[in-house]
């Protein structure tokens, strides 16, 4: 899995990829990702990126042209990606299922917006899709660009050590996780519920999946009607309706 992320400043994204679950796939080569500065795309002895805005306006507006060298670039030297993300609060925002879709592209470009934001012939005819993963404001899209390839990372396979762990990651079946404890089994009065102890492996998984629809229906109940429920989950999901009506 390849991704290029295109930055003015590369250090903040460099840094992060060197650590956890990324870095180590990274380095057995299971991930493949290049951080590029985008000040290297441009043709004037300032390395100038920015401009102020036609129109007037406060703030400073990045210029089209060193993103669509950049892409050009990188398309030349690594292959033509399958998809150029741009960060921006505009964008639909990161979701699960997002992340598996970018994980079939397997060569992703992830363009890192900053000041007032980018030239907006670059959200039209560079990029092919805009992605936001929040509904706040950040100073540039770095981070965001981050939280992207960890995202996708975790789902190539090898990158997490127990596979299925990922498969039952919160959201991954649209639902939130299920609660999860460790020893000691009881601390300052406060135990953890009793099957979890008793190696009856059947009555532990269904524990887990009704406890992981409680706190779904408590937390983000959005997220169930559109959730990948087996039958098994949808019979735990009647018990709670009709346990709430009583």
Request: net charge negative.
């Amino acid at each position: 899995m390849k991704f290029d992320v295109v930055t003015i400043f590369p250090r903040i994204v460099e840094a992060p990829l060197q650590e956890g679950i990324v870095g180590r796939a990274i380095a057995r080569g299971l991930l493949d990702v290049k951080v590029h500065d985008l000040r290297s795309f441009t043709t004037d002895r300032h390395r100038v990126v920015d401009d102020v805005p036609f129109g007037g306006g406060p703030g400073m507006v990045m210029k089209p042209e060193p993103f669509f060298r950049a892409v050009e670039s990188i398309s030349k030297e690594r292959g033509k990606p399958g998809a150029v993300v741009l960060t921006s609060p505009d964008g639909p925002k990161l979701t699960q299922r997002v992340a598996e879709r970018f994980r079939g592209c397997a060569h992703v470009v992830i363009l890192c917006g900053r000041y007032e934001g980018i030239d907006d012939r670059v959200r039209a005819h560079l990029a092919t899709e805009e992605i936001s993963i929040g509904d706040y404001v950040l100073s540039g899209g770095e981070l965001p660009a981050l939280v992207i390839v960890d995202a996708v990372a975790r789902l190539v396979p090898g990158v997490v050590g127990d596979e299925q762990s990922v498969a039952r990651d919160t959201f991954s079946r649209g639902l939130l996780d299920f609660p999860q404890y460790t020893r000691p089994a009881e601390y300052e009065g406060h135990d953890v519920p009793p099957v979890l102890l008793s190696g009856h492996h059947g009555e532990i998984e269904r524990w887990r999946r009704r406890a992981a629809l409680v706190r779904t229906l408590e937390r983000r109940p959005d997220l169930v009607a559109a959730a990948d429920l087996d039958p098994e989950d949808r019979a735990i999901l009647d018990e709670l309706k009709k346990e709430t009506e009583q």
